[in-house]
């Protein structure tokens, strides 16, 4: 798997490899459903564009495109085939993660970025927006708070790595619950549908 702090460190910083790497990852990362499949491929282990549409609820024909365009950008390597009803299956994992690093993400087009942000803050304000209307705040698990800070840069720097520590736990505790009814199979409750939005901005204004 190539990493941007694989380039970094093999290649010291050579600014052709590292463009490279930045606008490969932005246009991997400049579609929904592409980042969708990597987040699916990242969290669940290697799947086939068929069991990704099934879980993306998206039809085949645009997961199938998606995929494909995935792999000639070197975002996802072929794993394994498996034959189903007279043809091949062909199972897919991610060789990047869908979650930059603030360097990574420093080095990517400003105009990327900011449609980036605008997408997945609509994205959050809808379901937002949603949950509200259909009680989806009403359960003990639902948190919503708001902190007011004024940090140092050293501050910024921790509060980053926090997030970043935040995310990747929550992404284990669902792993791990994915694990658990796989286990119990038929037997195990229907997984209850939970989102986790991070975010952490600098005012522009004063408060």
Known sequence: MLQYSDVRTRHGCQDVAISFLDERLAKALSNRLRVQILQRLTEHGAASPRALADA????????????????????????????????????????????????????????????????????????????SERGGFDRPEAHVSRVVLAIDEAGRAEIAALLAETREAALRINAASAARQAEQGAAAPPPVATELALIHLRQTKST
Do not use: M
């Open 56 to 131: 993306l609820a998206e039809p085949l024909g645009n997961v199938s495109y998606h995929v494909r365009v995935l792999r000639e950008l070197d975002c996802l390597e072929l794993v394994r085939t498996e034959p189903r009803r007279g043809a091949l299956e062909h199972f897919y994992r991610a060789t990047v993660s869908p979650w930059l690093s603030d360097e990574q993400w420093a080095r990517l087009p400003a105009t990327f970025r900011h449609k980036t942000v605008a997408r997945t803050l609509t994205e959050i304000a809808e379901a937002t927006a949603e949950a």
